[in-house]
Each structure stands twice: as C-alpha cells, then as structure tokens.
C-alpha cells in the first residue's frame, strides 16, 4: 500500500514552475544598463535564474511525503526525515477529524505525522487510513491491550 498527497504534488510543482517563470522573465528584463546607482551584468541574470531554480527546488521538498506499507513494516517519508518502522512499535493509525493530516501513534507514546495523508485529499487519504488501519490489524496480536485504538481515533 502507497500514498502521496495528490493536491500538495499538484500545487507545489505549479508554484515551483511560476517561481522559476518569474525569476526567468525578471532576469531576461534586467538589462545590462546602468542606473546610476547598480550596474546590472550577465552575472546578475544568470544568478537570478539560479536563484529561481533554487526557490523551485526549494518548494518542490514539499512534495516529497510517502507513505509505504507492507505486511511487515510501514517508511514514511515526510519533507526532511525517512523513517522505517516494524508494525509492532505501531500502536494506531489517527486521522482526528480536523487535523491536516493522518499520524501513527507509537508504542512508546510518541506520535509521527504522516503528510502523505492529507485532509484535501479526501477520499483519498480516507482509504490510506483504512488501508494502514488494516495491515495494523492483521499485524497487531488481538490480546494485547496496549495496541486497541481507542474509538475516538477510529
């Protein structure tokens, strides 16, 4: 089972393509003259566009999240960090009704944001929940108490 985030992918590479356009068009406009004060060069238009592909590299991170699972663990990928883990630190899949985006509850007690899982998505996000709540459930034994989510996550 995979997820992304369709509309953050969308959006991002729309964004990163204008930042790129803008910074383009702005370097072409910026003319080898003087103004009296700064004299504009080549220099000055070349850096201005590598500016703009470091602002669209830049807005494109944000389209990096994924989620991964399989019968024996769960990778999520969010905008910086990776993490892998084995079902058995997982304790529950949320997805609360207002938040932005689905978290795995851990064992220890700590909470990891999923950002593949997205609120916009809608139905979407909806049956990557369901999909990780399932492969929890058939790998989390049914005694053991610690790992019920309680129903105000389900």
Not at 98 to 105: D, I, K, M, V, Y
Not at 110 to 123: C, I, P, R
Request: aromatic share 4%.
């Amino acid at each position: 089972m995979s997820a992304v985030p369709h509309r953050l992918r969308l959006i991002c590479v729309l964004a990163a393509a204008a930042i790129v356009a803008v910074m383009t068009v702005v370097a072409v406009l910026l003319t080898s003259s003087t103004t009296g004060v700064v004299a504009f060069q080549t220099a000055d238009q070349v850096a201005m566009v590598l500016l703009g592909l470091a602002l669209g590299g830049g807005v494109l991170l944000m389209a990096r999240p994924r989620v991964d699972a399989d019968a024996t663990r769960i990778r999520v990928r969010n905008v910086l960090a990776t993490h892998e883990l084995p079902w058995s630190v997982v304790r529950a899949v949320r997805f609360d009704r207002h938040s932005p985006w689905a978290s795995l509850l851990l064992s220890n007690g700590d909470e990891l944001s999923v950002l593949a899982v997205q609120a916009a998505d809608k139905g979407r996000a909806v049956d990557a929940v369901e999909g990780l709540r399932a492969l929890l459930a058939v790998n989390t034994p049914a005694d053991d108490p610690a790992s019920r989510t309680p129903l105000l996550y389900e």
